[in-house]
């Protein structure tokens, strides 16, 4: 099984802790992950430029845009499971991450079926993140696994909370089970 982990915080802190924890227990059951950090790409903004619509739902998952985007588009259509985290600013998932899923345009129709789960940390309430992710999966016709979420405000702080440690290892269990 290949699942993808893309991390849509700026920092390295909590979000991309939850996401490494879970593809540590992920791996532990012979699953092969790789994980996207989104402040290391460059992921230009969508120009609503509509080229990578043409061929419907056929289309080849190309983008007129010269970026990381078409180097990360065969790995997620090349996955069986993907992963989105985020953490949540002002109740809702960062730009990093909504500008990257603005990008999937020109796949969408390829991660159709595909399973997703999410993860979200915030300082004092996730509000929407999850949802947003959830929502975003509805639109692609993807399979809702689950998410994890938890509070903390220092990077580091949500691996004391032992309860989201233990559901995130429940939903890595649960993303092989499904592969």
């Avoid at 532990?28 to 950090?37: C, W």
């Avoid at 975003?136 to 989201?164: Q, T």
Wanted: aromatic fraction near 6%; include cysteine.
């Amino acid at each position: 099984m290949k699942v993808v982990a893309v991390c849509g915080s700026h920092r390295k802190g909590n979000t991309e802790w939850m996401l490494n924890k879970l593809a540590e227990r992920l791996k532990e059951n012979g699953a092969e992950v790789e994980m996207i950090l989104l402040r290391k790409a460059d992921v230009k903004m969508c120009l609503a430029c509509l080229k990578c619509e043409e061929g419907g739902r056929k289309r080849p998952g190309i983008c007129q845009i010269k970026d990381d985007m078409n180097a990360i588009y065969p790995k997620l259509m090349a996955a069986d499971c993907l992963v989105f985290g985020t953490p949540a600013y002002f109740d809702l998932m960062t730009g990093l991450l909504k500008n990257f899923l603005d990008r999937t345009c020109a796949i969408w129709p390829h991660l159709r079926g595909k399973p997703l789960a999410g993860v979200a940390v915030a300082e004092e309430g996730i509000g929407q993140a999850v949802a947003n992710i959830k929502t975003y999966g509805d639109l692609c016709g993807m399979k809702w696994v689950g998410s994890v979420s938890g509070l903390a405000k220092n990077p580091g702080d949500i691996a004391n909370d032992k309860n989201v440690t233990r559901r995130l290892l429940k939903l890595a269990d649960k993303i092989t089970d499904i592969g």
